[in-house]
């Protein structure tokens, strides 16, 4: 299917929390359906989206009807079960591509496509068992940081090593996962490009933003990022690169290192992403949109910022502070409709026009 | 109740067309519920709100189960049944008030409110019958315009009187509803300010936009209107008064004509309105979001713009551009999800930044 889908046609979305959701909202602005499947009941996404199945992804039957029902399948996360996938695909196709998928599920695998591609990554090793890990830190160094290869995000399923002493509690808190020892990049800055390609070929970059992370979960991204024109250039080349090589279809977030021999790759994520919220409030087209219209093999928007824009996620205790946030004039509010604040939980996030 | 609603709280909405659809995406973003009430199946708002109930306004147990579920009640129109709205209110606040609604749903009654409250309206006279539109034809002169005085909207209900023989035709064409003559104001621009007033008595207005009209129907809207800066803020004040003197609360589209003798008041709609839908493009808080806003109590937006931006309506064949319009880079494409397309029927909107 090379078709651009006409208004009324059903894009299905694999995970239905806050990304899922403003999908959804997304695709409905064009007119598309959307049909959620999701584990979970009554997710973040089953209130925007057009129809919603609540199953896990072992259940074959509620796959197929899924499948069946839509005209195209896409996610909001990468850590789908890969039997789940074969089941889809046999149905209709996946967008973006189960190639990128493979690669960004794994840590060691995408760091090594990196390499391959000719792009510069953090120092890494495959950490098979404590030899390997001592062998590894003998040439890494420390402190370096112990991670899982798979099913990490927001800094969980890591552990810091800041001295060859630390590696045996390190290696034991990952309770025998598969892991990745990764070298500190000494940077002076985070910055992500959030990058689309559509079926056509075409790439379009939104500018990058730069990054503030705590606790290993984002804060707040600021577009224009502090840094020379010609880094910005370098790092919008450099995503356009990484789609190209995987014929990508979708929007990609790709965080990147600011250090003084250019940019090195921290993670590209095969989805929407959060530090591409900002686009919500700062372009016409933004990255929601981008990836359903890719998706949907309809033309692109070319990613023009009108506006500079800080975005600041709403996490756990941030809640708090809902009421003078919702004071504040040019804020604009993003709720993720969670009955259900924890801490460290994103529960939504604001732009703000600088 | 005039504590601001919490996330997790819902907002019934009566009517389920493109503006409650509109209004639920605003809503579900500050983290609120919608709660569509609708007769007819499958409006373009079941999409994107949470609940919806598909019932007849006569239908007294399924207003009271509505009501119940909503912890505050709006509508995206003003032709709601007496009836309805006198059940509902037993249960929960209606907002915008019901004196904006008995005002504006009879253009008899909204003509003279208008002129008692000292604002410029086009000249007019109670219909009753041949004799009476006999008498105002001779007051007002030719041409004219008899209109439905209840139950009109893009051009329907309307007979243009171009010489007193074309009085009777007129006449006949109302079928005997209660009627209005209208005399013709003679315009350099139609313009509207989409303003908002919150429950703590503030007022925000949107920059007055330029509309242009074909057949009765709205097709573009401009900001900023061509108009210098002193008629601007007239409009604003205009229609700042009007709010303030219905104690309203939410959104009201104040349509004005600017004429050689300074403004004239066209009409009000109590609700949002099609010439404020370039602000969900020109400003952080569009809108929906500032209905929204308002009718739960929290406190508005500023309705500051950050660009220029053109409205064009998609009305019938315009969809035929659709591939068209979809390729333009700049182009933010609004549909409202309905499957048949027929000649003068809205389809959607596009907001295109200048």
């Known amino acids: 299917m090379t078709k651009p889908l006409s208004p009324g ?32 009941a009554n997710p973040p996404a089953s209130e925007t989206a057009d129809r919603i199945t609540t199953a896990p992804y072992e259940d074959h039957d509620a796959l197929t009807a899924f499948a069946k029902d839509c005209d195209v399948i896409t996610y909001e996360f990468e850590n789908i079960p890969t039997e789940a996938l074969d089941l889809l695909e046999q149905h209709r196709p996946i967008r973006p591509c189960r190639e990128a998928l493979r690669i960004s599920q794994d840590r060691l695998t995408e760091k090594g496509w990196l390499a391959d591609l000719g792009l510069q990554v953090a120092p890494f090793a495959d950490i098979k068992d404590a030899a390997s890990l001592d062998t590894a830190l003998e040439r890494i160094g420390a402190p370096a940081i112990l991670k899982t290869r798979r099913f990490g995000y927001d800094g969980k399923g890591q552990a810091r090593i800041n001295a060859p002493e630390d590696a045996a509690d390190a290696l034991a808190s990952l309770n025998g996962a598969p892991a990745i020892l990764e070298g500190f990049v000494s940077f002076t800055r985070e910055i992500s490009v959030i990058a689309a390609r559509g079926l056509d070929g075409r790439v379009a970059c939104f500018d990058p933003g730069e990054n503030v992370h705590r606790e290993g979960i984002l804060r707040t991204t600021t577009v224009p990022a502090t840094i020379p024109h010609s ?9 356009s690169r990484i789609l ?13 290192f600011v250090t003084d021999t250019g940019l090195v790759v921290n993670e590209i994520a095969p989805r929407v992403h959060n530090s591409g919220h900002w686009t919500q409030n700062g372009c016409q087209i933004d990255q929601f949109e981008q990836h359903i219209r890719a998706v949907a093999g309809w033309p692109l928007g070319d990613g023009k910022r009108h506006s500079d824009v800080e975005m600041e996620n709403l996490i756990g205790e941030d809640m708090d502070r809902l009421a003078q946030i919702a004071a504040e004039p040019g804020a604009a509010l993003h709720l993720y409709g969670k009955a259900e604040t924890r801490p460290g939980r994103k529960m939504g996030h604001v732009n703000r026009l600088r």
Request: aromatic letters at 4%; a negative charge; glycine letters at 14%.
């Open 231 to 239: 880094l910005a250039t370098d790092a919008v080349l450099m995503a």
């Open 244 to 256: 190209t090589a995987l014929d990508y279809v979708g929007v990609m977030g790709v965080e990147l």
């Open 9 to 40: 046609a059903t894009i299905g979305i694999l995970g239905g929390g806050q990304l899922g959701r403003m999908l959804s909202v997304a695709a409905s602005r064009l007119g598309l359906h959307v049909h959620i499947y999701e584990p979970a």
